[in-house]
């Protein structure tokens, strides 16, 4: 067939990649099995935001580049920044967890079992703040910290240091989806991970 140029306004590239052949002639029949899979993402927190939207987490999940799945179970681990009242705290990050719960049960119909931790971020306090003028804080309890911070007026000048502390992790054990609408997209996406690994 003959070719030919036109000239658009707009243009389009697309990556190509490999695409898997499972028609050609005197080849080995090929049906894709259903797998399951553990996958994992961070969650950053503002300070006191805890009201979660699709807008919101969808971008985290598109980030994973994963086929279309089922989340069969989640688990969420909630942290807050030191600073604050225990009571305060608790209340921010069971809010936090229960609202990525919420935005994730409208992506699908199917239930699946959660499971949430809910804790001050210690560790990663104390690490960060080795080596900085607050370095002595690292040997106080969570209670005697926080006492510190609020009689010092310390919540904004350490706030480039509490704000890397504001996080969920989120752990799903899902199921990828295997109907007439996903199949094509699953088999292209495990075909093309196994020529990156180059595992023939």
Same mark, same amino acid.
């Given at each position: 067939t003959p070719s030919f140029e036109d000239e658009a306004a707009v243009e389009f590239t697309k990556e190509i990649e490999l695409l898997a052949d499972t028609i050609s002639f005197n080849a080995p029949d090929y049906t894709p099995?259903?797998? +399951? *899979?553990? $996958? &994992?993402? %961070?969650? #950053?927190? &503002?300070?006191?935001?805890?009201? @979660?939207? #699709?807008?919101?987490? !969808? #971008? $985290?999940?598109? =980030? /994973?580049?994963? #086929?279309?799945?089922?989340?069969? +179970? $989640?688990?969420? !681990? *909630? @942290?807050?920044?030191?600073e604050g009242t225990d009571q305060a705290? =608790? &209340? /921010?990050? =069971? =809010?936090? *967890? !229960?609202s990525i719960i919420d935005v994730l049960r409208q992506r699908q119909k199917a239930k699946f079992i %959660?499971?949430?931790? %809910?804790?001050?971020?210690l560790e990663d306090f104390k690490r960060d703040i080795a080596g900085t003028e607050w370095a002595n804080l690292a040997t106080m309890d969570v209670k005697t910290i926080q006492d510190y911070i609020t009689r010092n007026n310390l919540e904004k000048k350490m706030e480039p240091i509490l704000q890397k502390h504001r996080y969920a992790r989120v752990k799903m054990d899902i199921t @990828? +989806? /295997?109907? +007439?609408d996903n199949e094509e997209k699953y088999v292209l996406n495990r075909f093309n991970k196994c020529i990156k690994e180059n595992n023939l």
């Amino acid at each position: 067939t003959p070719s030919f140029e036109d000239e658009a306004a707009v243009e389009f590239t697309k990556e190509i990649e490999l695409l898997a052949d499972t028609i050609s002639f005197n080849a080995p029949d090929y049906t894709p099995i259903v797998e +399951k *899979a553990h $996958l &994992e993402f %961070t969650i #950053p927190f &503002e300070r006191n935001k805890f009201d @979660y939207k #699709p807008e919101d987490i !969808e #971008p $985290l999940i598109n =980030k /994973l580049n994963e #086929p279309d799945f089922v989340i069969n +179970k $989640l688990n969420i !681990e *909630a @942290y807050s920044s030191i600073e604050g009242t225990d009571q305060a705290n =608790k &209340e /921010l990050q =069971k =809010k936090r *967890a !229960e609202s990525i719960i919420d935005v994730l049960r409208q992506r699908q119909k199917a239930k699946f079992i %959660t499971n949430i931790v %809910t804790a001050d971020n210690l560790e990663d306090f104390k690490r960060d703040i080795a080596g900085t003028e607050w370095a002595n804080l690292a040997t106080m309890d969570v209670k005697t910290i926080q006492d510190y911070i609020t009689r010092n007026n310390l919540e904004k000048k350490m706030e480039p240091i509490l704000q890397k502390h504001r996080y969920a992790r989120v752990k799903m054990d899902i199921t @990828y +989806k /295997l109907d +007439k609408d996903n199949e094509e997209k699953y088999v292209l996406n495990r075909f093309n991970k196994c020529i990156k690994e180059n595992n023939l």
